[in-house]
Every structure is written in structure tokens, then in C-alpha cells.
């Protein structure tokens, strides 16, 4: 436990009251994980924060400066949240909660502050996460949190359906849990998942968009979406048609929704690669045509999953930049890379080294994802021509124009009087060396200078 939080939660004890480390940061210690903050939960109310840690800053102005003491800032002391700045690293510090009614399946109506960290512990989602230490009392775990964990359970706190309808986002958040931990979905909190997964409609899309993001770059997210396929076609519909949808050809041994799970779970893990791979099919099933022998064929489902993946994305109020790079991804990922020196420096300046690298990743995650009988060789392709990338990139580093054999002086003394075209002509000669069309020797450059004049 970092020393800043060991010294928050001392200074609230000394004060009379209680503090416990909660939440994600109590889970992510207890399997070994570092957790990514460090939350905590008092009896104390935020006006009684307030007179233990200073007076409030507003949140804001003063931000990036260096505070060698600590100061606390108003987050949302209404709603019982504030944040407590030691040495740059902020903490947030919330007092016992106990949630109202829900009338929007989001936010509850009001909020009551409690003594009690029972009470605060049964307003949290689900067991796994709803569990609080300090010192003192140890592990605070009356839903059997610690067990799930062990076992690899996400179960709700309570009754699901009831936390469901107090609060859709749960239902995205389970399948989110779902995938990052690689755990399974406790039988009763998956059937309402199910049952309740219309109340998605109710949820902004922003928050969708944000766990369906952790749940694509979760370790398990091939087998949560799949298990959660009712929750994927409520919030993306465009994606029903894939689930089971047989591609009748020869190059597959999945469906294309199995086959997108697998290019999902194959992908380098960023979040515009699995983005990509996430829709690179997903105009499949409109595409689809069959031949008399009853051959599938997919003609110009890259265009049609690019346009559908970007109209999603908008819909999901994803950033353009990301949504301009997943839709190029997809609308390229059909490009059949040869294996040569000329279309690799083609497809560099096509793309960028960045890019270009990105295509790769997608294509071999796709490849990956198709029958043995052609996988094999197709991914060899692939790394084959990674690999002439990769040279020329270096290549690139240690060759410019200045290592050319011939300079303008040469030209000049093949008649070109001063001036542009000297500098034209050794440009179309550097391209032939980088295309290693021919040598990079003086005299069979000259030779080829004269015959451009
Ligand atoms: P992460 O590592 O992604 O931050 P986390 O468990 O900390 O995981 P947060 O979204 O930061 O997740 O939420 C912190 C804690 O607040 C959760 O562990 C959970 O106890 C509680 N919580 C968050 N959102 C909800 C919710 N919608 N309903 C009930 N409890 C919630
Ligand atoms: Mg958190």
C-alpha cells in the first residue's frame, strides 16, 4: 500500500473515526495485481474531511503545481466524494454511502451517508468488488467476495435484477469484469444480465463505449462477449447477423463471429487494433453472395464493415481519430502484401511505418483466425514481408541520398546545367536504388542518367 494512503487513513483514525481501503484496489491486491488506484471509504463526512485536511481548493486552477503538504479538494461532497492531493498523487476519499431510489436506471435519486462500512459495501456492485481492509479490522468480505475471487465468480451483490434495474450500467460492467479478470458470469447475475440487457438503452453512450473498450482489451474477452452476445447486440444490433452466420468457403473454420472473437483475441493489445478487429467482418453478412456450387463470397465487405464500423463508433461517441484510424484498418485489411522489396516500399509510403505496422498486427490476428489448411502459409507471407518492411526501415536509417554514388556534380558533367532538374534526376536515380532496380555503382548510374536526358 502506497505510504500516502497508509498516511490519509491514519490521520482519519486519529481523529476518531474509521478508514478502509475499498473496491477495485482491495481486489487487484488480494490476486496479486497492482491496482490502478487506491480508493478509499470513512465514516467521516466530507465536511468533517474538510476540517481534518484543510479547508477545500477548488478543484482546477492549481493543478500541476507541487504541494509538499496535502490539501483536499471538493469532487463531489454532495455526493460524498473528495480528493485528498499527497506529494502530486491524488486520492479520492468517499464517506459511507447508502444509495436512494433509482428512477432512471442510473443515478440514484439521493444518497444518505452512513457509519456504517456494511452498509457502503452493500451498494457496490458486485462481491469481488465489494470488499474493504485497513489494519485493524483486516478483510472486511460479508458477500463472499474472497471465495469468487478464488473461484473466478462474477456475482452480484444482492439481487441482480433489482441492481440491474437500480442501475443498467451493471450489466456492462459485468461483462466488462467478465473479460478482464477471465472470469465467469455466476449463473443468476448472467440470466438477468440477459433479461434486463434492454435498460442499456438508458446508459449514455460514453459509459457504454468505456467498458466496451475494457472489455476488448480484457484477456478473456473472447470468451465474455461470447457468453454475452445479448448484451453485444443491445448495444451494437449491426453485430447480431455475424453470430452464427456460416461463410461457406473453404478458407474458414469459424463462423464470422467466432472468427472475429478469435482476430479479437489474437490482435496486440491496443485499443484501435481490437477495435478494428472487433468490426473488420462486421459488414460481412450484408456482403454475402453464393455461387451455384454454393460457395461463399464476401465481395467489398471491407468497404461495408469500414463505413458500418465508423457509423457505430460515431453513434458510440467515439473520438474521430480513433474512428478514422480503425475505418482505414478495416477498409485496408484486405491488401494482399507481396512479398517484395518494391511493394513493401509502396505500402510505406502509403501508410507510414506506424500504420502500416498496425495492418500487419490486424491482418496476421485475421489470418491467425482462419482454417489450418491456409493459415500456415498466409502467415508466413505476412512475417516474410514484415520482415522486408523491417529492412528497408533500416536500410532507410543508414541510406539517404548523400550515400548515392553519383552526385550533381556527375550531372553536371553529362551537360544538365545548373538548376531543379539536376535534383530531379537524382531523385528518380535514389528511388531505383531503394527499389534495388539497380546497383548503387557510378558508372551504371551515369549510364542511366544519360539515357533520362
Ligand atoms: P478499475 O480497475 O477498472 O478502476 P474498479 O473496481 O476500481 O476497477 P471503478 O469503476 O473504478 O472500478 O469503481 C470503483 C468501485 O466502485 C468498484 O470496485 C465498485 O465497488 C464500485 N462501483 C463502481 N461503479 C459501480 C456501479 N455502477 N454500481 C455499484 N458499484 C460500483
Ligand atoms: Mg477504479
Redesign the pocket.
Known amino acids: 500500500m502506497p505510504d500516502a494512503v497508509g498516511k490519509i487513513m491514519n490521520a482519519l483514525e486519529e481523529s476518531g473515526h474509521e478508514a478502509f481501503i475499498?473496491?477495485?484496489?482491495v481486489?487487484?491486491a488480494l490476486r496479486g495485481a497492482e491496482?490502478?488506484?487506491w480508493?478509499m471509504c470513512t465514516d467521516a463526512t466530507p465536511w468533517e474531511m474538510f476540517d481534518i485536511f484543510g479547508k477545500p481548493e477548488k478543484t482546477g486552477g492549481k493543478n500541476g503545481e507541487y504541494y509538499s503538504g496535502w490539501r483536499i479538494f471538493d469532487t463531489g461532497a454532495k455526493h460524498g466524494t473528495v480528493s485528498i492531493l499527497i506529494n502530486d498523487k491524488l486520492f479520492e476519499v468517499t464517506t459511507y454511502r447508502i444509495d436512494g431510489k433509482y428512477a432512471d436506471n442510473r443515478h440514484p435519486d439521493s444518497v444518505r451517508f452512513s457509519r456504517s462500512i456494511e452498509d457502503d459495501l452493500a451498494?457496490?456492485?458486485f462481491t469481488v468488488?465489494?470488499m474493504a481492509y485497513n489494519e485493524k479490522r483486516g478483510l472486511i468480505d460479508i458477500f463472499g467476495g474472497r471465495e469468487d475471487l478464488r473461484a473466478g465468480i462474477i456475482r452480484c451483490v444482492g439481487n441482480p435484477a433489482e441492481r440491474y434495474l437500480e442501475?443498467a450500467?451493471?450489466i456492462m460492467?459485468a461483462m466488462r469484469f467478465s473479460a478482464q479478470l477471465s472470469f465467469t458470469i455466476e449463473k443468476n447475475t448472467y440470466d438477468a444480465m440477459n433479461k434486463y440487457a434492454y435498460l442499456l438503452h438508458n446508459i449514455s453512450e460514453e459509459r457504454i463505449r468505456e467498458e466496451f473498450v475494457?472489455t476488448l482489451t480484457g484477456i478473456g474477452s473472447l470468451q465474455s462477449l461470447d457468453r454475452c452476445r445479448k448484451v453485444v447486440g443491445e448495444i451494437i444490433p449491426e453485430a447480431v447477423l455475424m453470430f452464427g452466420l456460416d461463410q461457406k468457403n473453404d478458407y474458414h473454420c469459424y463462423d464470422v463471429w467466432q472468427h472475429t472473437l478469435h482476430v479479437v483475441h489474437y490482435v496486440m493489445n491496443t485499443a484501435p487494433l481490437k477495435l478494428a478487429a472487433f468490426f473488420h467482418d462486421i459488414g460481412k453478412p450484408p456482403c454475402m453472395t453464393l455461387t451455384e456450387d454454393g460457395w461463399g463470397h464476401f465481395y467489398g465487405h471491407e468497404h461495408m464493415s469500414a463505413e458500418m464500423a465508423e457509423s457505430v463508433m460515431k453513434r458510440l461517441k467515439f473520438d474521430n481519430k480513433t474512428t478514422a484510424l480503425v475505418k482505414e484498418l478495416i477498409w485496408n485489411h484486405g491488401i494482399v502484401f507481396q512479398q517484395t522489396a518494391k511493394h513493401a516500399r509502396h505500402m510505406l509510403a502509403k501508410f507510414g511505418e506506424e500504420k502500416l505496422n498496425m495492418l500487419i498486427e490486424l491482418e496476421l490476428a485475421d489470418v491467425s483466425s482462419q482454417a489450418p489448411s491456409c493459415a500456415e502459409e498466409r502467415v508466413a507471407n505476412i512475417e516474410k514481408f514484415r520482415g522486408i518492411v523491417s529492412d528497408i526501415l533500416e536500410q532507410q536509417k543508414c541510406f539517404s541520398m548523400r550515400d548515392m554514388a553519383i552526385d550533381g556534380i556527375d550531372i553536371m558533367e553529362l551537360g544538365v546545367p545548373q538548376g531543379p532538374e539536376i535534383g530531379r534526376i537524382l531523385k528518380a536515380l535514389f528511388a531505383r536504388v531503394m527499389d534495388e532496380e539497380i546497383p548503387n555503382e557510378k558508372d551504371i548510374l551515369r549510364r542511366e542518367a544519360e539515357k533520362m536526358l
Open positions: 475499498v473496491g477495485g484496489c481486489r487487484d491496482p490502478a488506484d480508493d451498494r457496490r456492485d468488488n465489494a442501475d450500467l451493471r460492467r475494457k
